[in-house]
């Protein structure tokens, strides 16, 4: 299949420039500590998302023998939609690429996209049902569509796109506690809006 024949072409592109960074970095083989470890994975994070694109699932194992890195490029695939990405951790979920540079931009995400938008997902996967056609996560929402018996996740909008009514909508009684600290108030003379009117009974 010519798509995995790419991946394998992308998979020892990527494991080659891990290989030659860790040599550049690690000249002896000594003991690496757990600093500089962690500092040499977000340095490769930031470098390989940049060079390779921000679709790469990569783990970095320092092992006794020296270094050893797994690459996995995310699953793409043509459509009317344009190209859909499938999410690592849920095997029926796909990104559209409008979600992917949205989600980019709006949260400002450098490093690896796919990753940031699996995270979010899990928690929002929990308000499936509460509003057709969107799911809800404290930061924000996203729009789908199922198709196929996939769920093709269109966009991303982050909290400070959605209106006072969207607000309402998304973040009601029973989604409160995903409300953002900055959105929720002790007294209620100091709230912006509420999220639903207050009932009085006789």
């Not at 020296?66 to 043509?78: D, I, L, M």
């Not at 991303?156 to 309402?168: E, Y």
């Amino acid at each position: 299949m010519p798509q995995d024949r790419y991946f394998s072409y992308k998979k020892s592109q990527i494991e080659s420039f891990l290989k030659s960074e860790f040599k550049r970095k690690f000249r002896s083989t000594a003991k690496i500590s757990i600093r500089k470890r962690q500092k040499f994975i977000g340095e490769m994070t930031r470098k390989v998302s940049k060079r390779f694109g921000k679709d790469i699932l990569f783990l970095i194992d320092f092992s006794k023998q020296g270094f050893c890195a797994v690459v996995s490029p995310v699953h793409t695939e043509s459509t009317d939609k344009g190209k859909l990405s499938r999410s690592f951790s849920h095997p029926q979920v796909f990104f559209t690429t409008h979600c992917v540079d949205r989600f980019s931009e709006r949260m400002n995400a450098a490093d690896n996209v796919i990753i940031q938008l699996d995270a979010f997902l899990s928690e929002a996967i929990l308000s499936f049902g509460e509003n057709p056609g969107f799911l809800t996560c404290s930061d924000g929402v996203f729009a789908y569509e199922i198709e196929n018996e996939r769920l093709i996740i269109k966009t991303f909008l982050n909290f400070d796109l959605l209106s006072d009514d969207q607000i309402k909508q998304f973040y009601g009684s029973d989604m409160i506690s995903m409300l953002p600290h900055e959105y929720t108030t002790e007294n209620i003379s100091g709230a912006d809006f509420k999220i639903e009117d207050e009932q009085s009974f006789p």
